[in-house]
């Protein structure tokens, strides 16, 4: 059963520039969340996707936004980069039919803006 | 407002000794409590959950947490340490309305094993 799948692995980007990360949720989950980890810290809520729809979200500007397609995948795009989007993006996923707030993280994404 | 401190940034501890991880939460119900275990360049991996009942929870690779309402604490401990152990530790509360999961998480403790 694959876990939660996250690509790509690392990104360099410049500043100004716009991304985009993807997640495939674990197998038999519908909901996904996006967490930010800048570097020494503890991951910080960006927001999270439920039935394609965003449900609920952090304090995050609106440079960043996301999708999620009918398969349950996650896009995260984040545009006009600043030097303090480097971070490492990681992805979550839960199931409705397990404890909703069980979730699970993908390896997540390394992005460095230059 | 929802927090996790993790009073302790860098812990020490020589192989074999016990270990012991602080998590201080501030929630206004009683929340879902995580321990979360990353590598170097890794995700998080689940150590043990707290939702409800018995307040010391048994998790992987030997470790144990108790929830204490009245200190609102749930400290991570292990009673011997590996080598394998080292890593960094994430405290995190979740915010326990329906069908909803949104987490905090501290800022995270590692640990580094002396051999």
């Known amino acids: 059963d694959a876990g939660v799948t996250q690509s790509p692995t690392h990104l360099i980007k410049t500043r100004g520039q716009q991304v985009t990360l993807r997640c495939s949720p674990k197998?038999?989950?519908?909901?996904v969340s996006w967490y930010q980890q800048a570097l020494g810290q503890g991951p910080q809520f960006i927001f999270q996707?439920?039935?394609?729809?965003?449900?609920q979200r952090g304090n995050f500007p609106d440079r960043f936004s996301g999708h999620q397609f009918p398969n349950y995948s996650s896009e995260l795009n984040v545009n006009a980069l600043l030097l303090g989007d480097s971070a490492l993006y990681l992805c979550?996923?839960?199931?409705?039919?397990?404890?909703?707030?069980?979730?699970?993280f993908g390896p997540g994404t390394r992005l460095t803006v230059t | 407002a929802q927090s996790v401190t993790q009073p302790d940034i860098h812990i020490t501890v020589s192989e074999g000794a016990s270990l012991e991880l602080r998590c201080n939460y501030s929630?206004?119900?009683?929340?879902?409590l995580f321990w979360y275990v990353q590598s170097p360049g890794q995700g998080l991996q689940l150590l043990l959950k707290?939702?409800?009942?018995?307040?010391l929870v048994q998790g992987i690779k030997g470790f144990e947490a108790e929830f204490k309402r009245s200190q609102s604490s749930f400290n991570l401990r292990k009673p011997s340490v590996h080598w394998s152990d080292a890593a960094e530790y994430f405290c995190?509360?979740?915010?326990?309305?329906?069908?909803?999961?949104?987490?905090?998480f501290g800022s995270g403790t590692k640990l580094n094993v002396k051999p």
């Open positions: 979550a996923s839960s199931g409705a039919s397990g404890p909703a707030y069980e979730q699970y």
């Open positions: 197998s038999g989950h519908d909901t």
């Open positions: 996707y439920y039935e394609e729809e965003e449900r």
């Open positions: 929630y206004g119900a009683t929340p879902y």
């Open positions: 707290y939702f409800s009942g018995d307040t």
């Open positions: 995190a509360v979740g915010a326990r309305t329906h069908n909803f999961n949104k987490f905090y």
